[in-house]
């Protein structure tokens, strides 16, 4: 931490640095005038971490806390990063010799710092067996992934991995393994036969219960292969549940640009996240823990209720603000939270549908946490840009909204405006905002969803139907109605219109609270 008492924050509007250096290890004596560099010996970094999908969130994330872990001493727990299916990362970081900027960004200005903890970075198709060999080294002992729900292949009503043709593929020739699940299998495998201890598999990605996930996809692959070696890594293999939390915007040009401007660092691929970060981990590891205590991570012995408190509140809410905001012409978070309308929205879905529903984790005020949303959510300084948000919605839908929909229609709860954000989420899937506008819709089920919602215009049904995203609810028909009339309401009265009518019919049934300590937005 001396260090980065060392590199004060860059305001706002601050000058231009002297000079443009690219960004290397050999460069890192020059930077350090300007910004927090590694100061461990890199070479003494053991690649005990193989992590996949190495993205901005990760690099924000996970690799900051292990940066500064090796700070404190311990390198025993250097990363090797692996992508799978674009060789862009490798070619931007390979030059870098691994190296990247991270920068903190809010309204008292900008500080940035060089994230050394990566040691090397495969694209698993220009070799296979060279990301096999880094899985099964003995010195691996932790495997971690940020690689989004859907892509674990789990059936939301069973529970039960769902094998696709490429898992089918690699199935077929399990040796030479294209998938995630395919390496991580593999790679056990092999260190069962040559009596190397298992790693552990650690999920960090935003879902409830992702621990579970991951040990249902891997014990799952596995098992259809050979049940016998499911069955030991059921019993061996360790898949702790995971709460990260740090809000990371994507990287534009414009952010590279700035990086190199205020602070001299020619980097292809920095990151621009928010000061805060969390990590909450399950203690369960089975061949060794990294000491991340030691740097702010909390280990608990049940991470669930993190888990709720988390993806109910920031993703559910991020997932409304998205498709409502798309549908009427806003661009980013803090704008949304700007309008009186829309603001009031934000706040009372926390504080009277979502927050009434979570049992709040040990040590943990569920007001304050929920101010800390506002705060952070309201600082125009990051820009996160509101069509983030909408990516992959239905996967987010479900994982995020419809679980505290199901809740709060189980216990007769208020559900008004956490039916208006699905509402808002089958509009947008139409393609087009309000005014007529397009959008353009990052979801790989965007087609076949768009088709039926479309086809249905305000009547939801069709849907509805779709088993693998809606489930039972489904099959409800007062919520159909519900969600019928948010839609209908949508159309007509346009969204400030449609979700001060639902705050109006929320105030006539639902008692006052008394006020979060810090609103920023009045409820």
């Known amino acids: 931490m001396e260090q980065l008492a ?32 590694p100061t ?17 969130f990760h690099r924000a994330h996970q690799l900051v806390y292990l940066d500064d872990l090796a700070e404190s001493g311990c390198t025993d727990w250097g990363v090797v990063g692996v992508g799978l299916h674009s060789p862009h990362m490798r070619d931007a970081l390979r030059p870098q010799d ?44 932790l495997v971690t992934m940020t690689i989004t729900g859907n892509a674990y292949r789990i059936d939301a009503g069973t529970g039960r991995f769902v094998p696709d043709a490429a898992v089918h593929a690699d199935l077929a020739d399990p040796h030479h393994p294209r998938t995630l699940f395919g390496y991580i299998v593999e790679a056990l495998d092999v260190r069962r036969r040559s009596g190397l201890p298992p790693f552990t598999v650690l999920s960090c990605d935003n879902m409830q219960s992702n621990g579970e996930a991951a040990r249902a996809a891997v014990v799952g692959f596995a098992r259809l292969r050979d049940p016998g070696l499911a069955r030991w890594i059921d019993e061996q ?5 995971s709460m990260v939390d ?49 740097v702010g991570v909390q280990f608990v012995a049940d991470v669930g209720h993190h888990e709720l408190m988390k993806t109910r509140l920031l993703n559910g809410t991020h997932s409304a ?58 600082d125009p300084a990051l820009g996160d840009r509101l069509d983030r948000l909408c ?78 995203v809606f489930g039972d609810l489904g099959r409800d028909e007062s919520f159909a109605a519900a969600l ?19 705050l109006a019919e929320d105030d006539d049934s639902v008692p006052a609270r008394p006020p979060l300590s810090g609103d920023l937005v009045p409820a």
Not at 20 to 34: C, G, I
Not at 237 to 241: E, L, R, S, T, Y
Not at 256 to 270: C, H, K, S
Not at 423 to 442: E, K, S
Request: hydrophobic fraction near 45%.
């Open 6 to 37: 060392q590199h004060r924050a860059v305001p706002v509007g601050a000058p231009a640095a002297p000079e443009a250096v690219a960004l290397s290890e050999l460069t890192l004596p020059h930077h350090a005038a300007r910004v927090r560099v």
């Open 40 to 56: 461990y010996d890199r070479s003494a970094l053991v690649p005990a971490v193989v992590h996949f999908s190495v993205g901005g």
């Open 98 to 141: 691994h190296l990247y900027t991270v920068v903190e960004r809010s309204s008292a200005g900008e500080r940035a710092r060089v994230i050394g903890s990566m040691v090397d970075y495969l694209f698993a198709p220009d070799s296979p067996q060279t990301v096999l060999a880094a899985l099964t080294d003995e010195r691996t002992r």
């Open 237 to 241: 293999v360790a898949f702790p549940g």
């Open 246 to 294: 740090r809000i990371t915007p994507s990287t534009g040009a414009a952010d590279q640009d700035e990086v190199t401007r205020l602070f001299g660092v020619a980097d292809r691929w920095p990151v621009v996240t928010e000061p805060f970060s969390q990590w909450v981990l399950e203690d369960s590891f089975c061949n060794g823990r990294p000491p991340l205590d030691r």
């Open 321 to 378: 603000m998205g498709h409502l905001g798309e549908l009427a012409g806003v661009t980013r978070v803090d704008e949304f939270l700007a309008d009186p309308v829309l603001g009031r929205y934000v706040t009372r879905l926390m504080s009277h549908e979502v927050a009434p529903l979570l049992p709040a984790p040990d040590g943990i005020d569920l007001a304050e946490y929920q101010c800390s949303l506002l705060r952070r959510f309201t």
């Open 391 to 468: 990516r992959r919605g239905s996967s987010k839908i479900p994982l995020y909204v419809l679980p505290s929909l199901l809740t709060a229609r189980a216990q007769g709860r208020p559900s008004r405006l956490l039916t208006l954000a699905v509402a808002g989420w089958c509009r947008y899937l139409q393609g087009t905002d309000l005014a007529g506008r397009p959008l353009v819709l990052a979801d790989d089920r965007a087609e076949e969803l768009g088709v039926l919602a479309r086809a249905g215009g305000t009547d939801p049904r069709p849907l509805l139907a779709v088993d693998a």
């Open 484 to 502: 019928t009339t948010a839609l209908a309401q949508l159309e007509e009265l346009g969204v400030r219109g449609a979700v001060a009518r639902a």
